[in-house]
């Protein structure tokens, strides 16, 4: 038994609102840069739909994941080394950007500055990529909402068999969101797929990164990752994928999705397996009990032989501890509750989701009926709008069987607690009908639906000890590698010729984009270094001088009535406190 550690996150569909605060912000704290524009590491589908990229979960035409040979051994769908040689520098099966599409944004400055005229001026869209006009016809969003669902809906793959079953006329139809990450899976195809070795699985907790110096930008492992959560930076020439937040991570708090997220929906915790059993699980034959044979991967750290041996092959006692208040390890094993993301991609995955309930609790509340009423509730889960068969096509490889005891103990949980809230006695056979004590049910709700912060997010921090390592691992996305001005082959900073930014606030957005600090942006106001004379963002003469290092110049800080008496910078280099901190940064020197 070689006993590992795993971060995990588990997202309860059933409080996602579809707000797409979760993008946003991830959008804004990893991919804001030059080549990143249509990048979305985190990104929110409307179900049913085509999801982003275009029909991603379609593998006969990506052929990304695993498959298995007639001789039990896993192969990658796409092909093997020799295969992927033969097509290194073209690979057929990868979207382009029309799967993705082409990032756009409105010439703003027409509307506001356009002369007085008859015609009301407009805001035409312009691509981000050439600059040219254009008419945006696909997107990220594109179903959002089911926006686009009654034209492309049908082409969903995960209809495939149950055509009939999903009704898309408006009266008959629902929907539901579906947040997606980097699964960070237990076998992960495009670690396994990358010709260089760029892509890797970190030993301390599982988090699979790019190493962006020895990315080649082969893209094979766009390719061969089947959830298409890894991108192609066409400035810098590299591969981006989501990072689990891992300097976050490292100190101990949870991914900026899951910190911002508005249903708090997210839970982040420590799980253990046996690295022994991955291979074995993923070459399960049958499709439909590969979520059984991933959930036997894992081990319990409640267990105290486990949790011995865990500590005796190098695992940290607070990591053991952390496992076991792990909110992820109940969901995932105690109540079982949540579901991988098309666990017969045999990656593995280590991004869980609890399948939504709500849609029949408001479909029987439209029709009169009481919808927590234990009777009315368990007999409309067969009357699913969206049929039980859609929601196993995607979290249980088909297999109705798990997706039902789910629903089943989502609706036990609200019949239940109904009669708490409302001051009856608790009947103790709705818990007892879906296997579960009314101690678990409580248990359940309690972290379901009213967890504190401390409860959904289960994060030891790094050791000093590994920080050499983890600094050595890290992976730099470079915001000023791979100038915007320069294209080729390999991207931005490989060769000659010119990438055309778009208008806008295009200007400023290149501006922001390119800029090593925001005080080279123009019009930007940094309060910081502000002493709080004149105008912020306009330098005193003295400031000017001292930044380029006329000897006597002083900052116009130290004039300042705050910093009345304080040692000079330029002073004795025995200067300690504070203002030595303040010199070694100025300095560019140690943080």
């Known amino acids: 038994m070689r006993i590992m550690a795993q971060m995990a996150m588990v997202m309860n569909l059933d409080k996602c609102i579809g707000c797409h605060t979760c993008s946003v912000t991830c959008k804004q704290a990893w991919t804001n840069r030059t080549g990143t524009e249509y990048v979305w590491f985190n990104n929110v589908e409307t179900r049913p739909g085509l999801g982003y990229p275009r029909r991603y979960e379609d593998q006969d035409e990506w052929k990304g994941g695993w498959e298995l040979k007639k001789n039990g051994r896993l192969k990658l769908k796409g092909g093997g080394r020799f295969n992927k040689l033969l097509n290194i520098f073209s690979n057929p099966k990868m979207p382009d950007i029309d799967d993705y599409y082409e990032p756009w944004t409105y010439d703003y400055e027409n509307l506001l500055n356009a002369?007085?005229?008859?015609?009301?001026?407009?805001?035409?869209?312009?691509?981000?990529?050439?600059?040219?006009?254009?008419?945006?016809?696909?997107?990220?969003?594109?179903?959002?909402?089911?926006?686009?669902?009654?034209?492309?809906?049908?082409?969903?793959?995960?209809?495939?068999?149950?055509?009939?079953?999903?009704?898309?006329?408006?009266?008959?139809?629902?929907?539901?969101?579906?947040?997606?990450?980097?699964?960070?899976?237990?076998?992960?195809?495009?670690?396994?797929?990358?010709?260089?070795?760029?892509?890797?699985?970190?030993?301390?907790?599982?988090?699979?990164l790019v190493d962006q110096d020895r990315c080649r930008g082969w893209r094979m492992c766009v390719s061969g990752c089947p959830y298409k959560k890894i991108y192609f930076n066409h400035s810098t020439g590299k591969a981006e994928k989501c990072t689990f937040c891992y300097p976050r991570i490292e100190v101990g708090i949870p991914t900026v999705c899951a910190e911002t997220c508005v249903g708090?929906?997210?839970?982040?915790?420590?799980?253990?397996?046996?690295?022994?059993?991955?291979?074995?699980?993923?070459?399960?034959?049958?499709?439909?009990?590969?979520?059984?044979?991933?959930?036997?991967?894992?081990?319990?750290?409640?267990?105290?032989?486990?949790?011995?041996?865990?500590?005796?092959?190098?695992?940290p006692l607070d990591w053991i501890e952390a496992a076991k208040k792990s909110p992820v390890l109940k969901l995932i094993q105690d109540y079982q509750v949540a579901l991988p993301l098309h666990p017969e991609y045999r990656t593995m995955p280590m991004v869980w989701y609890i399948p939504p309930l709500s849609p029949v609790v408001d479909a029987l509340r439209n029709t009169g009926h009481d919808a927590e009423d234990a009777g009315n509730l368990f007999g409309a889960i067969d009357a699913l709008r969206i049929p039980q068969e859609y929601l196993a096509n995607l979290f249980t490889a088909g297999d109705v069987k798990p997706v039902r005891a789910v629903l089943d103990k989502l609706a036990a949980m609200r019949s239940y607690m109904r009669d708490i809230n409302l001051d009856r006695e608790p009947q103790e056979q709705i818990a007892n009908a879906v296997d579960m004590t009314g101690a678990e049910m409580r248990d359940m709700f309690r972290l379901l639906a009213i967890a504190k912060y401390e409860d959904r997010y289960v994060i030891p921090s790094a050791h000093k000890e590994q920080a050499h390592s983890l600094e050595e691992l890290a992976t730099d996305c470079p915001v000023g590698e791979g100038k915007s001005g320069r294209s080729g082959l390999f991207g931005g900073g490989s060769g000659g010729g010119p990438v055309p930014v778009a208008i806008q606030t295009l200007r400023e957005t290149k501006a922001r984009m390119q800029a090593d600090e925001m005080s080279q942006v123009p019009g930007s106001v940094s309060y910081l270094e502000w002493d709080g004379r004149g105008m912020p963002g306009k330098d005193s003469p003295e400031q000017v001088a001292h930044r380029q290092g006329i000897p006597g110049a002083v900052p116009s800080s130290e004039s300042h009535p705050f910093m009345a008496g304080a040692p000079r910078l330029d002073g004795d280099p025995g200067t300690a406190g504070a203002n030595g901190a303040r010199r070694g940064l100025d300095e560019g020197g140690p943080r």
């Open 115 to 208: 002369p007085a005229q008859p015609n009301f001026p407009v805001a035409r869209p312009h691509s981000m990529l050439t600059g040219k006009p254009m008419k945006p016809e696909w997107g990220a969003n594109w179903d959002d909402d089911l926006g686009g669902t009654y034209a492309t809906g049908h082409d969903d793959p995960m209809l495939k068999g149950i055509e009939d079953k999903v009704k898309f006329e408006f009266e008959q139809t629902y929907m539901f969101y579906l947040p997606r990450i980097c699964e960070h899976c237990l076998n992960p195809s495009c670690v396994a797929s990358c010709p260089s070795g760029a892509i890797y699985k970190r030993s301390e907790d599982g988090i699979v």
């Open 264 to 315: 708090r929906l997210r839970y982040i915790g420590l799980m253990l397996y046996d690295a022994d059993r991955v291979l074995a699980a993923a070459s399960t034959r049958d499709d439909a009990k590969l979520y059984e044979a991933q959930r036997d991967v894992f081990v319990d750290p409640r267990d105290p032989a486990i949790a011995a041996e865990a500590e005796r092959q190098g695992i």
